[in-house]
């Protein structure tokens, strides 16, 4: 058996050995929670000074294919998802760019001041403006399809519109985008109770909506009807 050890049943302190020893926990105390207070302050504004677009996918060249807005979609969304910080994302953006485009990104460093001064210089130089007589051809060469949903037609022309140089009146919008509309819509929608985008938009959403509507309830009384013709084409059986 291992030896007993002799441990006292009990300690006494005097007064000031106690005070000692309370005022020594105290101490302990405050200085771990000041050292986990140190660590939990501001976790975000560590993570946005260290993040980086070392990981990011996102890669732009000037091909003849290459989008410059969904490109600057992406890489905002992923700054903002990660944390980055304006600083270290301008540092970082010429290893989002290939060829020509990095070399014109080494060049506008000096001049771009911030972040958001270089996604617009970029929009600027990359953006595929069409010129005027083609966007005009480009919005009257398709209406609007039996399946295609209005919002996103309209999305599509407002689109192509902001490409002229100069800007159209809304009232001419209106008048343009609804003779491309489809009949089934136009028929429903009177050109004079549409004041607005927001007007068209919101009236084309319930006749849509009634369309939908209708055809599940065609198909459910279909479903039916061949219901009952199964039924009454089922022999009758004689015992």
Known sequence: MPPKLNIPASVTLLADQFKQLLSTIKEQAATTHQSEARRSVSPNSYTRSAGSFAKCSARFNESDDADVEAFVDNIITYKDC????????????????ESSAATWCQGIKPSSKDWQSAVNILREVYSKKLPPHVVFQELFAR??????????FVAKFRALIAQLPYSVAEEMQLDMVYGLLTLKIRKRLPRSEINSFKDLLNCAREIEQSFRESAFR?????????????????????H
Do not use: F
């Open 143 to 152: 209406e609007q399809t039996q399946h295609e949903v209005t919002d996103i």
């Open 82 to 97: 990660t944390n980055i910080s304006d600083e270290n994302a301008l540092r970082g953006l010429s290893m989002l760019l």
């Open 218 to 238: 065609k198909q459910e009384r279909n479903t039916n009807q061949d219901g009952m013709q199964i039924k009454k084409l089922r022999p009758r059986c004689d």
